[in-house]
């Protein structure tokens, strides 16, 4: 298994290395490029050499703003999010012993709990959290019971709704059109 998220050799090898890079690009995906945000765990691992949630945590807030701010910045939010990154990763910690692959590996779970425990993380509304689960389900192996379902219209086959549908630069440009056909219909509706 290997991730094809980025377009960046070294970014993609990271995300599919350690599932706390994942979770953490993941977080990192909202008002910013999809390739922007899966980058910025390699960037934070670059700047601060950290690449575990423990590490992560317990850094100097002011230290870890600084890191996300380097250009280029890690997101166009550095603030609210470098915050936001030091709470998840603490939240791992203290839930998960530092272990971001247990939320989907612990216990065996089915899709609808690991959904249940991903909504449960700072930062994972409702859809995000789909999201996240079909892109364990349709790229990172995961297979537990009822996955596709709980993740609603990202868990579909053959759909090009997600990051969790990016393989290539051919399924990155239909997962573009699908989000800029889904923009211009809620523009139309207002």
């Known amino acids: 298994m290997a991730l094809h998220i980025t ?8 995300l599919t290395d350690n599932p706390l890079a994942l979770l953490v690009g993941m977080l990192l995906d909202q008002q910013v490029p999809m390739e922007t945000a899966f980058v910025g765990p390699l960037k934070i691992e670059q700047r601060t050499g950290a690449t575990d949630a423990s590490a992560i ?20 939010f550095p ?15 203290d839930d998960w012993g530092g ?8 216990g065996e779970p ?16 409702e859809q995000k959290a789909k ?32 990051v969790a549908d990016i393989v290539s630069p051919e399924s990155l440009t239909k997962v573009r059109e699908h989000k800029k056909a889904m923009k211009a219909a809620a523009k139309a509706e207002k």
């Open 131 to 162: 999201i996240f689960l079909a892109l364990l389900g349709k790229q990172y192996g995961f297979t537990g019971a009822g996955w596709r379902e709980a993740a609603g219209d990202y868990g579909v086959d053959g759909s090009f709704r997600s």
């Open 79 to 93: 603030g609210s999010m470098a915050t936001r990154v030091q709470t998840l990763c603490q939240t791992i910690v």
């Open 99 to 106: 272990d971001a692959a247990a939320l989907w590996t612990q």
């Open 7 to 14: 377009g960046d050799t070294a970014a993609d090898a990271l």
């Open 57 to 76: 945590a317990s850094m100097d807030p002011e230290e870890f703003l600084e890191a996300f701010k380097t250009t280029p910045a890690v997101h166009r």
């Open 110 to 125: 089915n899709g609808a709990e690991v959904l249940k425990r991903l909504k449960a993380l700072p930062g994972f509304g």
